[in-house]
């Protein structure tokens, strides 16, 4: 079985998107979050299109190759003009979890209403062998409050935003990191952490 992550680009004063996120409007203000998926030579062997700098394509590849189901949020599911009903992965299954009825969701998405503890469950079996990635702050803060997450991965990038959707929300208690990984490259940081039960 593979475990459970999280990997997301993040402002240095944490926060995933800019000033007025949403349908149509994407990360906002904080489009520079994700520069570094397009500004380099190396070509990703996962993702068509981008071209990263080689430790940039070393780490997001190792990271793509993992990933066997997705489990995104609401805001990040509607945000991302619900991801051209597919999926933000180009193999993996996109699980919605949304406390609302979705009726835009298409034979290639699962809504999941039961919450993140049936989400993660149903993106394990779907993914086997393989990881599953979780999408958006919310439902890493529920997926961390159940003990369910095993490794955070942050691509920082240097830029305070000063607002926006905050990552980290709030927890009952403190969650503890260990360190495994930080890979300076052109434009982000890229820092490895596992969750420490």
């Known amino acids: 079985m593979g475990k459970v992550i999280s990997s997301h680009a993040v402002s240095v004063d ?12 994407g990360l906002g203000t904080g489009t520079m979050l994700f520069d570094w998926y397009f500004d380099g030579d190396t070509p990703s062997r996962v993702f068509d299109g981008f071209r990263q700098s080689e430790p940039s394509a070393r780490v997001f590849d190792a990271l793509a190759g993992r ?18 009903g597919g999926s933000p992965h180009p193999t993996a299954r996109l699980f919605v979890l949304s406390h609302r009825p979705a009726p ?22 779907a993914a086997g062998d393989k990881d599953v990635a979780l999408m958006g702050g919310g439902v890493l803060a529920e997926g ?5 997450v095993d490794e955070v991965i942050l691509h920082q ?3 305070l935003l000063g607002e926006g959707r905050p990552f980290f ?18 434009g982000v940081t890229h820092l ?5 039960r």
């Not at 944490?14 to 409007?25: A, K, V």
């Open 169 to 186: 929300r709030e927890l009952p208690e403190h969650v503890r990191l260990r360190l495994v990984d930080a890979v300076p490259a052109p």
């Open 14 to 25: 944490g926060y995933i998107t800019g000033r007025e996120p949403g349908p149509g409007r």
């Open 104 to 125: 835009e969701i298409t034979e290639r998405q699962t809504l999941i209403t039961t919450g993140v503890a049936d989400a993660i469950a149903a993106a394990r079996e």
């Open 192 to 196: 490895h952490y596992a969750v420490e």
């Open 144 to 148: 961390l409050a159940a003990g369910l």
């Open 67 to 84: 990933i066997g189901a997705v489990v995104a949020g609401r805001n990040t599911y509607e945000d991302s003009d619900r991801f051209g």
């Open 157 to 159: 990038v240097p830029v």
